[in-house]
């Protein structure tokens, strides 16, 4: 199976910087793309960051010039590095992954969450 875990999430101030990370795991034949998604209380999940295979990013006008999305040469981990984080950041942040496994079809996959909360 493809399992992606979170990490890194937790309580900052406002003006502060976490950084996340995620771990792909599984036998996998393409990435496609990786990313991450939010979701506040109440609010629909909404497109942070992705990153594809080919190393083109794209950023919610919210956070350009906060954060930043990368990959590792292994692309089996994509981490957020947010900067300057707002109240209005606080939310689930999930990892997402458009791949396909070995003898299967292309799919998007999805983590648990990490919760971030930016608050004084």
Do not use: H
Request: charged residues 20%; positive net charge.
């Amino acid at each position: 199976q493809v399992q992606l875990v979170e990490s890194g999430g937790g309580l900052v101030q406002p003006g502060g910087s976490l950084r996340l990370s995620c771990v792909v795991s599984g036998t996998i034949r393409s990435m496609y793309a990786m990313g991450w998604y939010r979701q506040a209380p109440g609010k629909q999940r909404e497109l942070v960051a992705t990153i594809t295979s080919g190393g083109n990013t794209n950023y919610a006008d919210s956070v350009k010039g906060r954060f930043a999305i990368s990959r590792d040469n292994a692309e089996n981990t994509v981490n957020l590095q947010m900067n300057s984080l707002k109240p209005e950041d606080t939310a689930v942040y999930y990892c997402y992954s458009r791949l396909r496994r070995l003898g299967s079809p292309r799919d998007d996959y999805w983590g648990q969450g990490t919760q971030v909360t930016v608050s004084s």
